[in-house]
């Protein structure tokens, strides 16, 4: 062989050399990049959860019949009638607690869904909610509402138990609560947490739909703490 032919077999080789090199750190670069996207994607620790019910948010800012940031990484959906039991159990006993733990934290936001299903008292004390949140009362009535329902059965609520609930949630215009909690003039947004409830398969109170994940009942707070924490991904 000619030294000028062994010198281009030998460029050859290193340029074959040199290029399967490239080759090899680009597969290997790729493979790194493509497990570590992988391991991050599957289960940050940090991304909230979205259960199989999806998402039923709407994060309306200032909506009166919400509590909490309307960017918590957390929202549960709950949908409530006045007149239920099991719903004035978890006003009373359970989410004092998520509000303390979780709400003021900026972990949660609650979202108030009316589901009237103990007949026409339950609409008219959904109709009187929605009264006292035009006066940015909504709270404090179901509040006081709730606190005065008993363990067992359906509370009375007549149009004068409602106004007392209204003045004991500290409504400012009792005048005007009187009007439009008679007046059909919120029905349709009633109408709208009920179809959307019954989109998603929902016939009872209370239910709860925490990011996606739904709680049936006035479940212990250990039920809603396991989900809340497991919603925002916290790490166990």
């Not at 090899?24 to 570590?36: E, G, I, P």
């Not at 339950?122 to 009362?137: E, I, K, L, V």
């Not at 005007?176 to 929902?202: C, H, K, W």
Request: net charge negative.
């Amino acid at each position: 062989m000619t030294p000028t032919k062994q010198s281009a077999r030998s460029r050859r080789d290193l340029w074959l050399l040199g290029a399967l090199g490239v080759v090899v750190a680009v597969l290997f670069a790729f493979l790194v990049v493509d497990r570590t996207g992988a391991d991050e994607t599957v289960k940050p620790a940090s991304t909230p959860q979205i259960g199989p019910v999806g998402d039923m948010s709407r994060r309306i800012d200032g909506h009166p019949l919400a509590i909490g940031s309307v960017d918590a990484p957390v929202v549960m959906v709950a949908y409530s009638d006045y007149r239920c039991p099991f719903c004035a159990k978890f006003s009373r006993d359970t989410e004092p607690a998520l509000i303390d733990k979780y709400v003021d934290e900026g972990i949660l936001r609650i979202e108030w869904r009316d589901l009237p299903i103990f007949g026409e008292q339950s609409m008219a004390a959904a109709r009187a909610g929605r009264a006292a949140a035009a006066q940015g009362r909504f709270w404090e009535y179901a509040t006081a509402l709730y606190a005065a329902s008993p363990d067992r059965g359906h509370p009375d609520l007549t149009a004068e138990a409602l106004r007392g609930f209204a003045a004991t949630a500290g409504v400012p215009d009792l005048g005007r609560f009187d009007q439009q909690a008679a007046g059909p003039s919120v029905d349709q947004d009633i109408y709208a947490d009920m179809l959307e409830a019954n989109t998603i398969g929902v016939s009872s109170t209370p239910s709860f739909v925490i990011n996606g994940t739904p709680v049936l009942g006035a479940q212990p707070i250990g039920v809603f703490e396991q989900v809340i924490e497991a919603a925002a991904g916290s790490e166990e």
